[in-house]
């Protein structure tokens, strides 16, 4: 089952939280090397059941616009737009469709730090750079560098484990190996842009 497909048969809580783990991989690391910057972590708790969900978004796009230094920096601009654009109702329709759309976010973010494929410069140069990322996420992944194939594994693998712990029993731990999923994947990533800065030093 392609990523397209498994969005489109996603409930409510798979929805959120697949868009979230997107999201927060698109966050930059902080400045100063401080630690870790978390303004969408609140959101989280609300995905088991969408308790005080638009309470929680408005606070977390409150986080979002902090830039003095103290909070996310200006390159966090796509995924502040991304909150902004983010439906306040807990209905699955809405919700489905920001989930679409942060999961392109999250492709496009990680193709700009992959490996050059042959095909980005040869057989599909002239394709439509969102009708290749729709392309990817509906299983045709030719021309997909190692980051993007493992970014759409990691976002098939998240709303596949929220599918199987849909009850309330497993609810939690469904949440909770998502996160995971979705931090294992933040470091893989951060790891790839800080040999990518080093390189450039």
């Known amino acids: 089952m392609s990523l397209l497909e498994r969005i489109a048969e996603a409930d409510e809580r798979g929805l959120a939280a697949s868009a979230l783990a997107c999201l ?16 969408l972590r609140p959101l989280w708790a609300s995905c088991e059941d969408g308790r005080e969900w638009a309470a929680r978004l408005t606070a977390a796009r409150a986080a979002m616009t902090d830039t003095d230094g103290t909070g996310v920096d200006e390159t966090a601009s796509p995924v502040r737009e991304m909150l ?14 920001w989930a679409r759309t942060c999961s392109l976010l999250s492709l496009e ?25 729709r392309r990817w996420s509906s299983g045709d992944t030719r021309c997909a560098g190692p980051l993007v ?3 759409l594994r990691r976002q098939t693998e998240i709303l596949e484990t929220l599918a199987e712990a849909a009850d309330p029993a497993g609810g939690a731990s469904g949440l909770r190996g998502a996160l995971d ?3 294992e994947g933040r470091r893989v990533l951060r790891a790839v842009m800080s040999r990518r800065a080093r390189g450039r030093a």
């Open 24 to 39: 927060e991989r698109c966050l930059p690391p902080v400045a100063d090397g401080g630690g870790e910057s978390e303004p």
């Open 84 to 97: 902004l654009a983010a439906p306040s109702d807990w209905a699955a329709e809405p919700l489905r469709e």
């Open 109 to 133: 973010f990680h193709r700009r730090f992959d490996m050059p494929v042959l095909g980005e410069a040869g057989g599909d140069a002239g394709e439509d750079p969102a009708g290749r990322l």
């Open 149 to 151: 194939a493992g970014e």
């Open 181 to 183: 999923r979705s931090t």
